[in-house]
């Protein structure tokens, strides 16, 4: 099965400056990338998402790109703020018929004011 | 709409106890799931539904039962509670019809299992 590793565990950044982190996966069927953020009490939200067929996708502050050859993907996040403290989930899957997910551990994200 | 929705929010069972943890969606979803979140290991799916009436295991299905009995309920059962059962759960669910796979989450069930 899909196996996915999110380096690294915990990341301290200054407000303002930017933030990367790095997600590897193991099956090269999966086809579907997504990122969610949790903060503190609540479920999971997804932030932004990616298809293999895509190489980068950005969205305001936030972007994610894939590298299918070494099976990596990255979440960049620019000019951090307080709000964005959380902690964010990478995952892999597949779409179709029978659709899951294969999430990270995690990494808890602060951010210093 | 509320989106998805679990009950009960918190719980306390002895080893042993029985429970079933409700999730509801409102937003016609065919799929969805369980998964529990325990310190350092992120989200590990438990059982999923691609629609009423269907379930399949997930990463760690051992010691849980789940049903779909209506689309928009998905129950998860504990039969005999084991302190290792001890989590946070999440259900989430998604409509992959409309080529969108984002899962929605609840906002959680916390058990302790003493």
Partial sequence: ?113 | NAGVTQTPKFRVLKTGQSMTLLCAQDMNHEYMYWYRQDPGMGLRLIHYSVGEGTTAKGEVPDGYNVSRLKKQNFLLGLESAAPSQTSVYFCASSYPADSSYEQYFGPGTRLTVT
């Fill in chain 1, 1 to 113: 099965g899909e196996n996915v590793e999110q380096h690294p565990s915990t990341l301290s950044v200054q407000e303002g400056d930017s933030a990367v982190i790095k997600c590897t996966y193991s099956d090269s069927a999966s086809n579907y990338f997504p990122w969610y953020k949790q903060e503190l009490g609540k479920g999971p939200q997804l932030i932004i998402d990616i298809r293999s067929n895509v190489g980068e996708k950005k969205d305001q502050r936030i972007a994610v790109t894939l590298n299918k050859t070494a099976k990596h993907f990255s979440l960049h996040i620019t000019e951090t703020q307080p709000e964005d403290s959380a902690v964010y989930f990478c995952a892999a899957g597949k779409t179709g018929a029978n659709s899951k997910l294969t999430f990270g551990k995690g990494i808890t994200l602060s951010v210093r004011p």
